[in-house]
């Protein structure tokens, strides 16, 4: 990755996002996504992927991840996907609902999203411990 998509990547990933805040919000987030429109998709604790998604792995990305955050996230609420814009989006961080910390608000040491889909090549955000092996599994399900 050359110093102008780090940087610009690492603007994007410190910078102001707003929260999806409910479920029928998320419904329509999605739709808001073309999965044909260049997306890197990350799972934080992998290696970053260095080439766009296909669209056809994008959509299945978002159709496994709503999947699971409905699952797993058990509120009446979203609250843990944030985008630079939700009317259309080109940076998104989805947080797992089973490493939330601290996720909104201030922290001196705020929890990694889970996962990033990012039109700019991500880079490598180094988490403090491995990735659980259920969630290496599912991801390695979806981009073996």
């Known amino acids: 990755m050359n110093q102008a998509s780090a940087s610009e990547f690492q603007r ?3 910078g102001r996002l707003w929260s999806v805040m409910t479920w029928q919000q998320l419904d329509a987030f999605w739709q808001r996504i073309d999965p044909a429109a260049g997306w890197y998709v990350y799972a934080v604790g992998e290696p970053p992927p260095t080439e766009p998604a ?6 299945a990305f978002i159709e496994k991840i709503d999947a699971l955050l409905r699952r797993e ?3 009446d609420y979203c609250g843990i996907v944030y985008a630079d814009q939700l009317d259309a989006p080109s940076f ?3 947080f797992d609902p089973n490493n939330l910390g601290v996720s909104c608000g201030f922290s001196d040491n705020p929890p990694l999203p889970g996962w990033i889909l990012c039109q700019v090549p991500p880079a490598d955000l180094k988490p403090a411990a491995p990735l659980p092996e259920g969630r290496k599994r599912w991801w390695r399900a979806l981009f073996g």
Do not use: D, P, Q
């Open 12 to 14: 994007l990933f410190t």
């Open 54 to 59: 296909s669209a056809e792995a994008v959509a």
């Open 73 to 75: 996230h058990h509120h």
């Open 92 to 94: 998104v961080k989805i």
